[in-house]
């Protein structure tokens, strides 16, 4: 799975890659990925949308990013940022700031 799974405006991803967030956003997916089997037939990569969107608050309010930048890019998945102020990355527990 990458990115390209995901739709984003051109201003979003240039302030992304400006950031450096783009890059960030596909080494986290590609770290993290699991397989999911399906009804014991099918098996498909994913991960978890609520430890990313937590991954990419940390690294965006690091880099300096505006907080209404932040919140418009998150904002368009669905769900809770981390779980309970923690997120997984690559079997590390991270508190959220």
């Known amino acids: 799975m ?3 799974n995901f739709e984003l405006e051109q201003e979003e ?3 992304m890659k400006k950031q450096g967030l783009f890059a960030e956003m596909q080494d986290f997916i ?3 990925k699991i397989q999911v089997e399906l009804q014991n037939r099918y098996s498909i990569e994913s991960f978890c949308v609520r430890c990313l969107k937590a991954h990419l608050l940390v690294k965006a309010e690091q ?3 505006e907080e209404e ?3 418009n890019f ?3 998945w669905d769900g809770e940022i981390g779980h309970q102020g923690y997120y997984l990355d690559n079997d590390e527990v991270v508190r959220i700031n």
């Open 30 to 32: 590609d770290r993290n």
């Open 63 to 65: 880099a300096g990013m």
């Open 74 to 76: 998150l904002g368009r």
């Open 2 to 4: 990458s990115i390209r």
């Open 69 to 71: 930048l932040i919140s």
């Open 13 to 15: 991803i240039w302030n």
